[in-house]
């Protein structure tokens, strides 16, 4: 069996796809996980623990300890 992946770039012609794909009886359609993307820039949290007396075993001991 072959997969084939597909990547549609104008949404509104995704349904007339889905729909000409189902009527071939040799094509098996399977629904697939959408990768959803935050906003979030990594990088603006870069200065989070500026000025704060801690390190990675520290506050490693303190998650694994908390109750």
Do not use: Y
């Amino acid at each position: 069996m072959e997969e084939i992946v597909l990547k549609i770039r104008d949404k509104s012609k995704l349904k007339f796809l889905k729909q000409l794909l189902e009527q071939l009886d040799f094509v098996e359609m399977k629904k697939s996980k959408s990768v959803e993307h935050s906003d979030h820039n990594f990088f603006d949290s870069a200065g989070m623990w500026e000025g704060r007396d801690i390190d990675s075993r520290r506050l490693r001991d303190e998650a694994w300890t908390r109750k």
